[in-house]
């Protein structure tokens, strides 16, 4: 089995652009989605999937006695206690999908909130902490972003979040000491206002190279999403994980292809 992972951005009526896509056609990509019997699962359960995750795991006796419907992901460079995460043992749905929103739009929570719950999907939104409840500030800074209120109520309903760096910027522009402080900021704010662990990072603009991957990785992040175009199988490197960018002007014939084959071209 291959996963997709769906990439979006903005959720909004107005202009067709690559990364806005309107409620009405949102609704009708999760209408095929639910009609399909797909079902949407968290990044934990992916990571779960993967090989990768399996090295990571740290099963103990005595926590298996504790509970054993659990399991325990340990990052290994990072001991704080934010850093333990207990994942639910369980199998995934036979047509699992992951939907994820990159940067944190207000959009997330008025348009595509209520349209995920109908079909009782969840999603997982990465966020930029330095621009949460303001107007971002990369691009040309007119979009409004998610408030942390809006964020903990997705958070109530099943939602998950992860760090899209402090302020989005290209990585591979910035000093060690800057990516480094893009990477563990972002981590610390959304720790702090969400308590819980964040163990999830989105390359912004889906630029990174080794040397980020591992930074990330040290930071004590146990996966990372890319652009990488595909689907996700046993083997996939959990720093890299595939996304299939779902552009605001894509015909219903690319959805489908792009489900099915992880790509909309043939
Ligand atoms: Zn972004």
Do not use: C
């Amino acid at each position: 089995m291959k996963i997709p992972i769906l990439m979006y951005h903005k959720v909004s009526p107005g202009q067709k652009e690559k990364y806005r896509i309107s409620p009405e056609k949102f609704t009708s990509q999760m209408e095929y989605l639910s009609g399909k019997g797909y079902q949407t699962i968290s990044p934990d359960d992916l990571l779960r999937f993967i090989k990768g995750a399996r090295n990571e795991r740290r099963e103990t006796r005595d926590e298996e006695q504790r509970d054993k419907s659990s399991i325990v992901l340990v990052s290994k460079a990072n001991a704080r206690p934010s850093s333990v995460v207990r994942v639910r043992r369980g199998t995934l749905p036979q047509k699992p999908v992951l939907l994820t929103f990159d940067d944190g739009y207000k959009d997330n929570f008025t348009h595509a909130y209520p349209i995920l719950k109908r079909y009782n999907f969840r999603a997982t939104i990465f966020l930029v902490t330095r621009y949460m409840g303001k107007k971002n500030g990369w691009s040309k800074g007119n979009e409004e972003m998610l408030s942390w209120k809006e964020i903990e109520e997705m958070k109530k309903e099943g939602f998950s979040f992860g760090s899209h760096a402090h302020t989005h910027p290209n990585l591979l522009e910035l000093s060690r000491n800057k990516v480094l402080s893009e990477i563990r900021d972002s981590k610390r704010i959304l720790e702090e206002r969400l308590g819980e662990a964040i163990i999830f990072f989105a390359y912004p603009y889906g630029k990174f190279n080794s040397k980020i991957k591992e930074m990330v990785k040290g930071a004590g992040y146990l996966g990372a999403f890319s652009t990488l175009p595909g689907k996700n199988g046993r083997n996939e490197d959990p720093f890299l994980l595939r996304r299939i960018l779902i552009r605001g002007y894509d015909t219903k014939l690319h959805f489908i292809l792009n489900l099915k084959l992880g790509k909309s071209r043939i």
